[in-house]
């Protein structure tokens, strides 16, 4: 089960080290003396290995940043462009508005229903909601033979909202490659595992680096594996609170 919170997942995570400290530091599975013997070999080896994994974690979470930034640039900017679709309407008779206003009423009414589907999370399109969008497209393009000035207007928000469309969808299947993640994991494992070759006179010193350490890699983990699926439950989760939020505007608007 997926904690939402990660602060729990990192506490569960330093009760797990500190058992696991104490096992190594009681068990002396490393020998502090061997470890004294080899320190100026060991701290420069633990030194590069610090450096490439905040090099290699560095481009990686700016690479998924950038990908969370445009998924919800277009997300936003697909909610904006039917909101002024469904505004523009207004200005065309009763009966094409009213088809053009139900449709993007359906639209997102289909596309809120299938954003809990696991398969439309990795990005593959769902039938019901391409047939909705086609709906759309099929009055605007009525509007826009009947209507050719005010029509124009809408066909050009269309336009946009479905680039912002298919923006949302190919970010949304983009995930990290099989290899870099695995290499991401390797290196916070050995990172955290090579901490235990520094050792210090003070024990509870020694504690709190590693500790500190061993949370730092993790919780650099995390943020990437959170931001490698924004559909997953965590901080950065995409949402579709913005479709949900202009479809309740269209329901009220029609009472009154």
């Given at each position: 089960m997926?904690l939402?919170?990660?602060?729990?997942?990192i506490i569960?995570?330093?009760a797990?080290?500190?058992?696991?400290f104490?096992?190594?530091r009681?068990?002396?599975i490393?020998p502090?003396n061997?470890?004294?013997?080899?320190?100026?070999?060991?701290?420069?080896?633990?030194?590069s290995?610090t450096?490439i994994?905040?090099?290699?974690?560095?481009?990686v979470?700016?690479?998924q940043?950038?990908?969370w930034?445009?998924l919800?640039?277009?997300?936003?900017?697909?909610?904006?462009?039917?909101r002024?679709?469904?505004?523009m309407?207004?200005?065309f008779?009763a009966?094409?508005?009213?088809?053009?206003?139900?449709?993007?009423?359906?639209?997102?009414?289909?596309?809120?229903a299938?954003?809990?589907?696991?398969?439309?999370?990795?990005?593959?399109r769902s039938?019901?909601?391409?047939?909705?969008m086609?709906?759309?497209?099929?009055?605007?393009?009525?509007?826009?033979?009947?209507?050719?000035?005010?029509?124009?207007?809408i066909?050009?928000?269309?336009?946009r909202?479905?680039?912002?469309?298919?923006?949302r969808?190919?970010?949304?299947?983009n995930?990290?490659?099989?290899?870099?993640?695995?290499?991401?994991?390797?290196m916070?494992?050995?990172?955290i595992g090579?901490?235990?070759?520094?050792?210090f006179?003070?024990?509870?010193?020694?504690?709190?680096?590693?500790?500190?350490l061993?949370?730092?890699?993790?919780t650099?983990y995390?943020i990437?594996?959170?931001?490698?699926d924004?559909?997953c439950?965590?901080n950065?989760?995409?949402?579709?609170?913005?479709y949900?939020?202009l479809?309740?505007?269209?329901?009220?608007e029609?009472?009154h």
């Amino acid at each position: 089960m997926y904690l939402q919170i990660p602060l729990s997942k990192i506490i569960l995570f330093a009760a797990g080290f500190s058992i696991v400290f104490y096992t190594v530091r009681v068990s002396s599975i490393i020998p502090n003396n061997l470890v004294v013997d080899d320190f100026r070999s060991v701290i420069p080896l633990f030194s590069s290995i610090t450096v490439i994994f905040s090099i290699i974690s560095g481009f990686v979470i700016q690479a998924q940043w950038h990908k969370w930034d445009t998924l919800i640039d277009a997300v936003r900017g697909e909610v904006n462009m039917l909101r002024h679709i469904y505004v523009m309407a207004q200005n065309f008779p009763a009966g094409p508005r009213k088809k053009l206003r139900n449709s993007i009423e359906e639209y997102l009414e289909v596309l809120i229903a299938s954003s809990d589907i696991s398969s439309h999370h990795r990005g593959v399109r769902s039938k019901n909601v391409d047939k909705a969008m086609y709906e759309i497209d099929k009055n605007v393009f009525y509007v826009l033979d009947k209507y050719t000035q005010t029509g124009m207007g809408i066909f050009m928000l269309f336009n946009r909202a479905m680039e912002f469309r298919e923006t949302r969808i190919q970010n949304g299947s983009n995930r990290l490659p099989i290899m870099l993640k695995l290499l991401i994991i390797l290196m916070t494992i050995t990172l955290i595992g090579a901490s235990f070759f520094i050792f210090f006179n003070n024990v509870w010193f020694e504690y709190v680096f590693r500790l500190i350490l061993a949370l730092l890699a993790y919780t650099i983990y995390l943020i990437i594996d959170d931001l490698d699926d924004p559909f997953c439950p965590g901080n950065w989760q995409l949402k579709f609170k913005g479709y949900k939020e202009l479809l309740q505007e269209m329901q009220e608007e029609k009472k009154h």
